[in-house]
């Protein structure tokens, strides 16, 4: 008998595969990795990774140069940090409250991190051989991120993504 939902599955929009398969990959992380993390956690460490790269940085002190320094804004900023206490609070970034760098803060991996992040990288690429991910799958998918990825990045830029 086939599975109910290979015929849900088959009736769905494109949308949705990407749902399903964003999800499948995530859970296989999630209980494969040698240290329990819930799935922002997960997108947090690889943001402050990614936050570690000098591009991005100069990107981060320029828009927080501009941005208006009021008590909305440091009440936010209390309010964002309390995630990344977490990963700190697990040895997995340091934060730095008082950076030379013209930030309000900024957040590091530790070697600790850096360990996490390759073993989710690990995971990540497990993942695509169990789910046969092809050559020309990979194509399929790299055209359709190169063609979405402006949605994201223009609303990011206009809105002076400092964080």
Request: neutral net charge; aromatic residues 8%.
């Amino acid at each position: 008998m086939v599975h109910p939902h290979v015929k849900a599955i088959e009736n769905m929009d494109a949308s949705s595969f990407i749902s399903i398969i964003e999800e499948s990959k995530m859970t296989y992380v999630r209980e494969n990795l040698s240290m329990f993390l819930h799935e922002s956690q997960i997108k947090l460490l690889k943001r402050v990774k990614k936050h570690e790269k000098p591009h991005h940085k100069r990107i981060r002190i320029r828009e927080y140069e501009k941005a208006e320094k009021d008590d909305l804004f440091n009440l936010h900023l209390g309010l964002y940090l309390k995630k990344y206490k977490k990963l700190e609070k697990y040895g997995l970034i340091e934060i730095d409250l008082n950076p030379d760098n013209g930030l309000a803060y900024d957040c590091l991996l530790t070697p600790k991190g850096v360990e996490v992040l390759d073993e989710i990288a690990r995971l990540e690429s497990e993942w695509e051989e169990i789910v046969s991910i092809s050559e020309e799958d990979k194509e399929v998918l790299k055209r359709i991120a190169l063609d979405s990825f402006e949605i994201s990045y223009n609303r990011k830029k206009n809105k002076g993504f400092i964080f």
